[in-house]
């Protein structure tokens, strides 16, 4: 998962790290050091740190100095204060983005820490004063004519690399307030959040999923992070017992639940109509320039073609062999797991292997990125750290990856892709700072998840296309051959239907749920279930039996707190699957494909220079037709029907 920095990225962060946060038996200071990373590399001592927070509160005062010279009567100036605002603000966002930095990848290693907590809390309203004071910007620039800035910009070359975030802000004026009201939305931004905070606590908290017994007869606490690992369990009966202890807590705090669910709908609701947009989608698009008919393409085009994700669960009701295939079979692996472990340096040489196709230099930056030594990674989990993975800039220092992999064990397979793709968004990061100036620097949503799939279906296709070759080597009857190339097929029909499937599943429901709200039709438990269940229903097929309780799932979201935010694995998954096939296709001498790669290298080096959707463009794939989407099903079709053969 990407991160991007400022208000958004530590709420979101704040969110998850709560939502997601997990205890474990080792210390920290029982891993060795070459596996922790090194936020020194950022400042050396709090001492720095806390220099840079004061240059940066400082700079608020400074920045907010410059108010009435754009624009107006008493702007003797414009060009030059234009000038030398940017490049004040371009100081104090670097700042920023360091001492947010240097305080997350304390906090996220050490969640009980009241000390880095309060930091993380006392940046949050740094921030909100940031938006606060610097409200008054937007409204005044577009004061002057759009003209006029464009003559301004020729005029003066230090104003060159702010073009595009000045015709984009002329292409968002219609949505734009005057400043009292800016200043109103922004001082709303610390109330707006409030469903998802209060979520983030109710449930990882407040609620008591009690416990379960497992195989053995040993009582288990049971809570939601631990369904990622008890969902795939060996043993049924404990897997439906664990999907009942946590799924019934979610269904006693339903009307709860339902009231924080109405209350960030309405939020969304009260946003658009602010901002004078017609719906919610549309607004929650606009900002990243992404028409509203992606979104309608990625929905559409999955509900009419439902039918190879309908075969695989009746494929693996039948390997499974049960009558009744519950919601606690649907994680379960067909076959024994592949229970090889790999010590950290052998999964990054297996990793730059599957990424050959991609070049020498890509290869070595990212065998540099995965040098322990470097200090970019932090790979094992610890008793307090955040759980989960994900990849994080730091403006002019390096990004920095969180893993959270079992110290005593290694990695598995499935965390060696992990790897690829986490280090897949580094890399975009990595490029795109060095490519572009730095208010073209972040890239959008949209695009933030393409490049860490990409990597990561390299991998995966690599892993695949051995256990072909291994297995028609050593003919049908090689039991083991057999097993690892069925074993590989459903990771990556997995890959498709818990990225590809289950986001598109999401994206559909988070969209009908505002439009009840749009509507004025009732936000309860029951309309939020009953869509919830048909969904299921929809898009698994008559295979799959959900009862009652599986209608809940919709609470057990967090993602559904950051509006519309869901689609972008969604239509990146497919993105990124027609890039790797391209990529992989050149380097195999097709012809038809010459220039893959280099599209594909120059996209990762282009930050936000260009729209979202036109990016993709560039690099080989259009997201505002329905052909990515459809081909992505037409894969994971293909490799469907495999399994169903082998599997006879």
């Known amino acids: 998962m990407k991160h991007r920095s400022h208000i958004a990225h530590l709420a979101l962060l704040f969110l998850l790290a709560i939502c997601f946060s997990t205890a474990h038996a080792i210390q920290r200071s029982a891993i060795d050091k070459l596996y922790q990373w090194k936020p ?28 009435g010279s754009f624009a107006g009567s008493s702007a003797s100036s414009p060009a030059k204060s234009l000038i030398e605002f940017n490049k004040l603000r371009e100081q104090t966002e670097i700042m920023l983005d360091h001492i947010e930095g240097y305080v997350m990848y304390h906090y996220h290693v050490d969640l009980a820490n009241s000390e880095w907590m309060g930091r993380q809390q006392q940046l949050t309203n740094l921030m909100v004063e940031f938006r606060q004071k610097l409200a008054w910007v937007e409204p005044e620039l577009l004061q002057i004519p759009r003209e006029t800035m464009l003559k301004t910009i020729e ?27 800016e200043q109103i939305l ?8 409030i469903s998802a905070d209060v979520y983030g606590k109710l449930s990882d908290v407040d609620m008591d999923f009690g416990y379960i017994l497992d195989t053995g007869g040993d009582s288990v606490k049971a809570d939601y992070s631990g369904w990622v690992s008890y969902r795939t369990h060996k043993d049924r009966r404990v897997r439906e ?7 019934k807590q979610y269904q006693k705090y339903g009307t709860t639940l339902a009231a924080l669910m109405a209350g960030n709908i309405k939020k969304d609701i009260y946003l658009t109509k602010a901002r004078k947009f017609d719906n919610t989608l549309q607004r929650a698009l606009n900002n990243t320039f992404v028409p509203e008919q992606v979104y309608v393409n990625l929905v559409s085009a999955t509900r009419a073609n439902t039918a190879p994700f309908h075969k695989y669960d009746a494929i693996r009701k039948r390997m499974l062999g049960v009558d009744h295939y519950r919601h606690w079979d649907y994680y379960v692996s067909l076959i024994p797991a592949d229970e090889t472990r790999y010590q950290w340096k052998d999964g990054v040489k297996m990793i730059a292997e599957a990424l050959q196709p991609l070049g020498k230099e890509y290869v070595a930056d990212m065998t540099k990125a995965l040098t322990l030594e470097n200090g970019w990674v932090d790979a094992f989990s610890s008793d307090g750290k955040r759980g989960g993975a994900y990849s994080s800039s730091c403006y002019g220092v390096h990004p920095f ?137 929809e898009f698994h097929g008559e295979a799959a039996e959900y009862e009652e309780l599986s209608s809940v799932s919709w609470s057990t979201v967090p993602h559904f707190y950051r509006g519309y935010y869901v689609y972008a694995y969604a ?78």
């Open 40 to 67: 020194e590399h950022i400042y050396s001592n709090m001492a720095a740190w806390q220099t840079d927070l004061d240059v940066v509160k400082s700079n608020l005062g400074k920045l907010a100095s410059f108010k």
């Open 155 to 181: 005029q003066n070359p230090a104003l060159e690399p702010y073009r595009k975030q000045y015709d984009d802000m002329y292409l968002l004026q219609a949505h734009t307030l005057s400043e009292p009201e």
């Open 186 to 193: 922004a001082l709303s931004s610390n109330i707006t959040g």
């Open 241 to 247: 017992d664990y999907f009942k202890a946590v799924w």
């Open 401 to 537: 990856m969180l893993f959270n992999f079992d110290y005593e064990k290694g990695l598995t397979l499935d965390d060696v892709s992990t790897v690829a793709h986490e280090v897949g968004h580094s890399m975009h990061t990595y490029y795109s700072e060095k490519g572009q100036p730095f208010p073209n620097k972040d890239y959008a949503i949209f695009n933030a998840e393409v490049a860490s799939t990409t990597d990561e279906a390299l991998f995966s296709m690599k892993m695949l296309d051995e256990a072909r070759k291994a297995y028609k080597k050593a003919g049908s009857k090689d039991k083991a051959a057999k097993q690892r190339l069925i074993y590989l097929l459903e990771q990556n029909i997995n890959g498709v239907r818990d990225t590809y499937l289950r986001q598109t599943m999401f994206s559909t429901w988070e969209w009908e749920a505002h439009k009840l709200g749009e509507e004025n039709k009732p936000l309860t438990k029951d309309s939020f279930n009953n869509l919830y269940g048909d969904l299921l229903k």
């Open 571 to 648: 239509t990146s998954y497919a993105a990124a699957v027609a890039l790797a096939k391209d990529i992989r296709a050149e380097a195999a001498g097709n012809k038809s494909k010459q220039g893959a790669t280099a599209r594909y290298l120059k996209y990762l080096k282009s930050g936000s220079s260009k729209h979202p959707v036109e990016l993709l463009k560039d690099a080989g794939v259009d997201m505002t037709t329905p052909a990515p989407v459809q081909s992505l099903i037409s894969y994971f079709a293909e490799m469907v029907d495999e399994l169903d053969k082998l599997s006879k």
